[in-house]
Nanobody, 122 residues
Framework: QVQLVESGGGLVQAGGSLRLSCEAS????????MEWFRQAPGKEREFVGG????????YYGDSVKGRFTISRDNAKNTVYLQMNSLKPEDTAAYYC???????????????WGQGTQVTVSS
């Protein structure tokens, strides 16, 4: 089994920054893709970005390109989502997820964290 635990959410003013963490445990992740999604009230879950655990290659959704950066620390089994230039429309619950292949789709992810709330005030 895989356990994912997010942390780092909170309230921030527009233009500010936050860094979310996703700590993974339970099995080896060398072949996993770790992805971030977000969901605002009344909206569908949206792909934010992802990273290949083995290669470190990252990929992002269009709405966050140039503002968000994903990285990993293999020694800590932790993936990070650095969010800069935050906007009120970034307000959502943010989830990390793990999948065997590159998915960009919530339906294809096998493992999920509990989520962490990010609120951006204007």
């Amino acid at each position: 089994q895989v356990q994912l635990v997010e942390s780092g959410g909170g309230l921030v003013q527009a233009g500010g920054s936050l860094r979310l963490s996703c700590e993974a445990s339970g099995r080896t992740f060398s072949r996993f893709y770790m992805e971030w999604f977000r969901q605002a009230p009344g909206k569908e879950r949206e792909f934010v970005g992802g990273i290949s655990w083995s290669s470190g290659i990252t990929y992002y959704g269009d709405s966050v390109k140039g503002r968000f950066t994903i990285s990993r620390d293999n020694a800590k089994n932790t993936v990070y989502l650095q969010m800069n230039s935050l906007k009120p429309e970034d307000t959502a619950a943010y989830y990390c997820a793990g999948s065997i292949g590159l998915s960009r789709s919530a339906e294809l992810c096998d493992y999920w964290g509990q989520g962490t709330q990010v609120t951006v005030s204007s």
